[in-house]
């Protein structure tokens, strides 16, 4: 697998330095979200129809299903890397005096980094429901639109018919748009007392979203339900640049952050939305002091597919459609097999996507680039070499 290091498949990265821990997490947790879908979608479209009683009382079975029942918790998680992510260049600046964060820069690298993969795979399941399922044109098309331009949530109070598991991309979205607000929270200047604050203001968050809002209202699909998770990423950037360094590497944080990774996915507790957010803190630190933890996350099978969690996030759920389509049809599809190469086919078309689509985006001048491709005369009658 060495063709799958530094220079080879790793996602790129423009303004920090790469750590490999931080797609190491993603890495779980896309793989976690993808066998959700595998098993909800193969189960209710083959396995409903005679599903072996040897497999289905298996004890790993069990926890295996355990585990997906609450694998929405990947959800937050994710939310928490975007909010570290964005918030280290904003907080270098603050805290470090280093150089300010373009603002031009930042909302543009937001829309030409994220935005042409998501359109991409939105027009083509658009275009195959039209076509191959024969939906409606005009019902379909407004749906499409909203979801291009990230307000479905907003507007429909509904995640997108054209692809689901974009609800959360609109969320995303809503916190790019606050990320230079929130930013200011580094300009306190009494470390404790910053730090004290953005904890209280998570915790008073999860108490109100606990007893005036939920999931399946409209504030479940805007930042107002998951804004802690965000900030909790803004509350480890801060600790990365201030403390991280006094943080001993022990074999102790995996005997103290395992059992908090298998409370997270199988706890029951109704108020786990109001408490996960400081679970996640010392889930990021494991990610980089635990030796075991850190030496599995920062693999080049868990770097690169991690890399890719953004193509594989917005793919899969069209590639396991097709896959659970063809495996209807099958006379015979054991569970096992269908999960397996189902999975398979999704990380093949997601490595393709990701080559041919994602990875090109991650160069912050592909769009001059692309001009200058097309349109070579212009380029060079704009160039001030010239």
Same mark, same amino acid.
């Given at each position: 697998? =060495?063709?799958?290091?530094?220079?080879?498949?790793?996602?790129?990265?423009?303004?920090?330095?790469?750590?490999?821990?931080?797609?190491?997490?993603?890495?779980?947790?896309?793989?976690?979200?993808?066998?959700?879908?595998?098993?909800?979608?193969?189960?209710?479209?083959?396995?409903?129809?005679?599903?072996?009683?040897?497999?289905?009382?298996?004890?790993?079975?069990?926890?295996?299903?355990?585990?997906?029942?609450?694998?929405?918790?990947?959800?937050?998680?994710? #939310?928490?890397?975007?909010?570290? +992510?964005?918030?280290?260049?904003?907080?270098?600046?603050?805290?470090?005096?280093?150089?300010?964060? =373009?603002? =031009?820069?930042? #909302?543009?690298?937001?829309?030409?980094?994220?935005?042409?993969?998501?359109?991409?795979?939105?027009?083509?399941?658009?275009?195959?429901? +039209?076509?191959?399922?024969?939906?409606?044109?005009?019902?379909?098309?407004?749906?499409?639109?909203? =979801?291009?331009?990230?307000?479905?949530?907003?507007?429909?109070?509904?995640?997108?018919? +054209?692809?689901?598991?974009?609800?959360? %991309?609109?969320?995303?979205?809503?916190?790019?748009?606050?990320?230079?607000?929130?930013?200011?929270?580094?300009?306190?200047?009494?470390?404790?007392?910053?730090?004290?604050?953005?904890?209280?203001?998570?915790?008073?968050?999860?108490?109100?979203?606990?007893?005036?809002?939920?999931?399946?209202?409209?504030?479940?699909?805007?930042?107002?339900?998951?804004?802690?998770?965000?900030?909790?990423?803004?509350?480890?950037?801060?600790?990365?640049?201030?403390?991280?360094?006094?943080?001993?590497?022990?074999?102790?944080?995996?005997?103290?952050?395992?059992?908090?990774?298998?409370?997270?996915?199988?706890?029951?507790?109704?108020?786990?939305?109001?408490?996960?957010?400081?679970?996640?803190?010392?889930?990021?630190?494991?990610?980089?002091?635990?030796?075991?933890?850190?030496?599995?996350?920062?693999?080049?099978?868990?770097?690169?597919?991690?890399?890719?969690?953004?193509?594989?996030?917005?793919?899969?759920?069209?590639?396991?459609?097709?896959?659970?389509?063809?495996?209807?049809?099958?006379?015979?599809?054991?569970?096992?097999?269908?999960?397996?190469?189902?999975?398979?086919?999704?990380?093949?078309?997601? %490595?393709?996507?990701?080559?041919? +689509?994602?990875?090109?985006?991650?160069?912050?001048?592909?769009?001059?680039?692309?001009?200058?491709?097309?349109?070579?005369?212009?380029?060079?009658?704009?160039?001030?070499?010239?």
């Amino acid at each position: 697998m =060495s063709f799958l290091g530094i220079g080879g498949l790793r996602r790129r990265t423009v303004s920090e330095k790469y750590l490999p821990p931080i797609d190491g997490i993603r890495f779980v947790l896309i793989i976690i979200v993808v066998l959700l879908h595998i098993s909800n979608q193969c189960y209710s479209t083959i396995f409903a129809r005679g599903f072996p009683s040897q497999f289905s009382v298996h004890p790993i079975y069990y926890l295996y299903m355990d585990v997906l029942a609450h694998a929405t918790r990947c959800v937050p998680f994710f #939310f928490a890397v975007s909010g570290f +992510i964005l918030a280290l260049p904003f907080a270098r600046h603050r805290l470090h005096n280093s150089r300010p964060v =373009s603002l =031009s820069f930042y #909302f543009l690298r937001r829309l030409t980094r994220l935005e042409p993969p998501n359109i991409v795979i939105l027009t083509l399941r658009f275009v195959l429901m +039209i076509t191959v399922a024969g939906a409606p044109f005009a019902y379909y098309f407004r749906h499409f639109i909203a =979801s291009v331009f990230y307000v479905h949530n907003v507007i429909y109070n509904a995640p997108s018919i +054209i692809n689901i598991p974009a609800w959360t %991309l609109e969320i995303e979205i809503q916190f790019y748009c606050l990320v230079p607000l929130f930013a200011y929270y580094f300009s306190i200047r009494r470390p404790v007392l910053r730090k004290v604050l953005l904890l209280v203001f998570m915790a008073l968050m999860g108490v109100i979203q606990l007893r005036y809002f939920s999931w399946y209202q409209r504030s479940g699909l805007s930042i107002l339900y998951w804004i802690q998770y965000f900030l909790d990423g803004f509350l480890i950037a801060d600790l990365f640049l201030t403390v991280w360094h006094r943080i001993p590497e022990h074999w102790l944080w995996e005997v103290l952050t395992l059992p908090i990774w298998a409370w997270t996915f199988l706890s029951n507790d109704p108020k786990f939305h109001a408490y996960m957010p400081f679970l996640l803190i010392p889930l990021f630190i494991s990610a980089f002091k635990a030796p075991l933890q850190r030496r599995f996350l920062s693999t080049n099978i868990a770097t690169v597919i991690g890399g890719m969690c953004y193509t594989l996030y917005i793919t899969h759920n069209i590639v396991i459609s097709a896959c659970a389509h063809f495996f209807r049809r099958a006379h015979y599809a054991p569970p096992l097999e269908v999960w397996l190469v189902t999975m398979a086919v999704v990380l093949a078309f997601g %490595l393709v996507y990701f080559i041919l +689509i994602e990875r090109p985006c991650m160069d912050p001048n592909w769009p001059k680039r692309l001009w200058r491709r097309f349109f070579p005369e212009a380029a060079a009658t704009t160039d001030p070499a010239v």
